[in-house]
T-cell receptor
Framework: DADVTQTPRNRITKTGKRIMLECSQTKGHDRMYWYRQDPGLGLRLIYYSFDVKDINKGEISDGYSVSRQAQAKFSLSLESAIPNQTALYFCATRGTGVETQYFGPGTRLLVL | GQNIDQPTEMTATEGAIVQINCTYQTSGFNGLFWYQQHAGEAPTFLSY????GLEEKGRFSSFLSRSKGYSYLLLKELQMKDSASYLC?????????????FGRGTQLTVWP
């Protein structure tokens, strides 16, 4: 079973709709991250969380919100989706003392 | 912000050697990562350098010079499956410990 899972894997929505992307991990890591990836722009950080009570904005948090419901779960919400939020979204985790981040399989989002 | 530069595209032939460079400018440097990402998939960890020098791991090696703000990823005995995007990412210490700053990625195409 995958250590970091994301649901849904693909989503089509309409402008103005509120949607939630979910991330779960079984690695026991305390740190979790949400990125978006656009062609030619690389990975950009939206939000990150170092534990359940700690939420931090990344480079591009406008239009997004997050919830860390438990150590293992970190959700990303688009309050009112717009077409330029069409992108590939990745969740990642990192444990204390562990150098690298581990990425989920990604959610491909299309906003019409 | 961080200034992380890597070439956009590179091509090479099967069996050859290719070197992908990455330069960065950052304060509080706390390590440099290389990830491999196949199209539509999650980035996967390749290497981590925090001290100057060469780290070798099978066909892949990574080099770091902190004084020059420079790293490279060396891929030997190229195979078709090495066609992918290679992401350079810098980690900073302090309050941002654990957060990664990504370059835009280098798309490597391996020809037969």
């Amino acid at each position: 079973d995958a250590d970091v899972t994301q649901t849904p894997r693909n989503r089509i929505t309409k402008t103005g709709k509120r949607i939630m992307l979910e991330c779960s991990q079984t690695k026991g890591h305390d740190r979790m991250y949400w990125y978006r990836q656009d062609p030619g722009l690389g990975l950009r950080l939206i939000y990150y969380s170092f534990d359940v009570k700690d939420i931090n904005k990344g480079e591009i948090s406008d239009g997004y919100s997050v919830s860390r419901q438990a150590q293992a779960k970190f959700s990303l919400s688009l309050e009112s989706a717009i077409p330029n939020q069409t992108a590939l979204y990745f969740c990642a985790t990192r444990g204390t003392g562990v150098e690298t981040q581990y990425f989920g399989p990604g959610t491909r989002l299309l906003v019409l | 912000g961080q200034n992380i530069d890597q070439p956009t595209e590179m091509t090479a032939t099967e069996g050859a050697i290719v070197q992908i460079n990455c330069t960065y400018q950052t304060s509080g440097f706390n390590g440099l990562f290389w990830y491999q990402q196949h199209a539509g998939e999650a980035p996967t960890f390749l290497s981590y350098n925090v001290l100057d020098g060469l780290e070798e791991k099978g066909r892949f090696s990574s080099f770091l010079s902190r004084s020059k703000g420079y790293s490279y990823l060396l891929l030997k005995e190229l195979q078709m499956k090495d066609s992918a995007s290679y992401l350079c990412a810098v980690s900073r210490g302090g309050s941002t410990l654990g957060r990664l700053y990504f370059g835009r990625g280098t798309q490597l195409t391996v020809w037969p």
